[in-house]
């Protein structure tokens, strides 16, 4: 891979650890940290013979995973209320893994992925209100640490992270202890805010690293994501840019449902896949209005009321797909 991304010319963010990690590891240990930063130090090693200044991500969706497999216990390790001592814990092994690599290379570059998220209360109530904000908060915790603005034992400091990437899924906004809320609901906070927020609090580039959606909806969300990129870049953040998830439809992580997510699909008996091809003409249409827009021409555009209602309607068949697959 290393001199397939050389030969082609294509800049790759390197992601070294995406959910998974040898059998014989306990992940809360401090085996893990130790085996994690010698995996990562020999990743550097090898990549540097191939690429000046590598792009890496050392562990990927710390906020996400930590909840998903130390709060709610649906990805391995399974485990409930030990969200936080796991997310210290990928802090850690993130610390140490980044140093070892500088110490290798010290021009790579760290990009450090977290999903953005939007959390209202569910009632006026203090309570409520309190609950929602802290929930929401707590998206800045795992960029807090690395960089050393939080809980500094853990060895973070403000040279840690060169790059943060985002994600971001029409899931990402919702009530407090209850549902997701759509993108017509006066509660539904603009993407372009969110991105604003990021920046005035690291003042690091950006870059959506994760979006998209499934069925019919995936061309309405694309030009929904951009807009608000657009408008982002409109207002100072320099947002890099945008990377579609997936490129490939692919079986569901939960249920091995056939998703239909991507810009290509499952490959027939000859290899060939098919195209879903408004993905792709939404594609090529972006590409050109974000050349005309480096020109000086104002082409950002809006969503038509139906295709916000499609949104809405994928963010309820969303939610039930997910519900479904994790019981």
């Known amino acids: 891979m290393f001199r397939a991304a050389r030969d082609s010319g294509m800049q790759v963010i390197w992601d070294l650890w995406h959910y998974g990690w040898p059998d014989h590891l306990d992940i809360f240990s401090t085996n893990f940290i130790e085996h994690f930063t010698a995996f990562a130090r020999e990743t550097a090693t090898h990549l540097s013979d191939y690429c000046e200044r ?11 995973f930590s909840w998903a497999g130390g709060e709610a216990g649906f990805f391995n390790p399974f485990a409930h209320h030990r969200g936080d001592e796991l997310k210290r814990q990928l802090v850690r092994a993130s610390i140490h893994a980044i140093q070892a690599m500088r110490e290798v290379n010290p021009s790579i570059c760290i990009c450090q992925i977290d999903p953005i998220i939007n959390v209202v209360p569910k009632s006026d109530s203090d309570e409520d209100v309190a609950n929602a904000e802290a929930y929401r908060g707590s998206q800045f915790e795992a960029w807090d640490m690395i960089l050393g603005r939080t809980q500094p034992e853990l060895g973070g ?44 609090r690291y003042r690091r580039p950006l870059f959506v690293a994760e979006t998209g959606i499934e069925d019919d909806t995936r061309p309405a969300w694309l030009r929904y994501m951009v807009k608000e990129v657009l408008t982002a870049i ?58 005309a ?17 499609m949104l809405d309607w994928s963010a309820h068949i969303m939610e039930q797909r997910t519900e479904v697959a994790r019981t």
């Open 157 to 200: 400091r403000e040279d840690l992270i060169d790059v943060i990437g985002v994600n971001y899924y029409i899931h990402n906004q919702f009530v407090w202890a209850g549902h997701p809320i759509v993108p017509s609901d006066p509660r539904y906070r603009h993407v372009s805010t969110m991105l604003q927020e990021v920046y005035s």
């Open 54 to 64: 590598p792009f890496v991500s050392p562990i990927n969706e710390i906020s996400f």
């Open 234 to 291: 409109a207002e100072g953040v320099p947002v890099e840019g945008v990377c579609l998830y997936p490129i490939v439809n692919h079986p569901g992580w939960d249920d091995d449902r056939h998703c239909h997510n991507g810009m290509f699909d499952y490959a027939d008996g000859s290899g060939r896949r098919e195209v879903f091809q408004p993905l792709a003409d939404e594609v090529i249409r972006l590409n050109a209005n974000v050349a």
């Open 293 to 309: 827009l480096i020109s000086g021409a104002k082409v950002i555009g809006e969503l038509s009321d139906m295709e916000t209602s």
